[in-house]
């Protein structure tokens, strides 16, 4: 059973680029949050995806951008790229059908973009 | 903006010893959950108690869940080497048709040999 994977892994983009990464949920999830990790800090939310909606968002500008998919995957893409957007974004994915949604989120390894 | 702040923000222990972080937030919860992060990787859901609940155990780990005090704490008995990670608590909130969660800053935990 495939958990949740995250492309690309590493990126290195210069300021002023657009980027997108992508994210596949582990099977049997529909829900798709992703988090912004700078370096020695916790993750900060930014969005979450259910029935291919935006259903919450965290305090990012609108240079953050996402889509999920009918296949319940998604995508995260920041427009205008600054300095500060160089950061570990981790994609979580969750089951919010009927009774079973628990809040446990599971977790993909990350894509790690750097902006120069 | 962080929810939570956990305390110490780093920790470092010999194996075998016990391993406490603490970890306080400021709003209302669903439930707490704690997870583990290995150099800069994904998170690893560890344990989840909900707001209703006092006490968890899960193997070598003990939560605890103090909502009058907006605290928790997670008790990691006998470590190993192995548990070399940073640990984050995070905060559950449901509503509706969203649900979010909100980590804290973390607590680095070092265990030697």
């Known amino acids: 059973d495939a958990g949740v994977t995250q492309s690309p892994t590493h990126l290195i983009k210069t300021r002023g680029q657009q980027v997108t990464l992508r994210c596949s949920p582990k099977?049997?999830?529909?829900?798709v949050s992703w988090y912004q990790q700078a370096l020695g800090q916790g993750p900060q939310f930014i969005f979450q995806y259910y029935e291919e909606e935006e259903r919450q968002r965290g305090n990012f500008p609108d240079r953050f951008s996402g889509h999920q998919f009918p296949n319940y995957s998604s995508e995260l893409n920041v427009n205008a790229l600054l300095l500060g957007d160089s950061a570990l974004y981790l994609c979580?994915?969750?089951?919010?059908?009927?009774?079973?949604?628990?809040?446990?989120?599971?977790f993909g390894e990350g894509s790690r973009l750097t902006v120069l | 903006s962080q929810q939570g702040e956990e305390d110490p923000q780093a920790l470092s222990i010999q194996e075998g010893e016990n391993a406490t972080m603490n970890c306080s937030y400021k709003t209302s919860i669903n439930n707490l959950q704690w997870y583990r992060q290995n150099s800069g990787r994904g998170l690893v859901h560890l344990i989840l108690?909900?707001?209703?609940?006092r006490e968890k155990h899960s193997g070598r780990l003990r939560v605890t869940l103090d909502t009058s005090k907006k605290s928790s704490s997670l008790l990691i008995t006998a470590s190993r080497a192995a548990d070399t990670a940073s640990y984050f608590c995070?905060?559950?909130?449901?509503?509706?048709?969203?649900?979010?969660?909100?980590f804290g800053t973390g607590t680095r935990l070092q265990v030697t040999l």
């Open positions: 995070a905060t559950g909130l449901n509503t509706g048709t969203a649900s979010k969660l909100t």
């Open positions: 099977s049997g999830h529909d829900t």
């Open positions: 108690i909900r707001s209703n609940e």
């Open positions: 979580a994915s969750s089951f919010r059908g009927g009774s079973r949604f628990t809040g446990e989120l599971f």
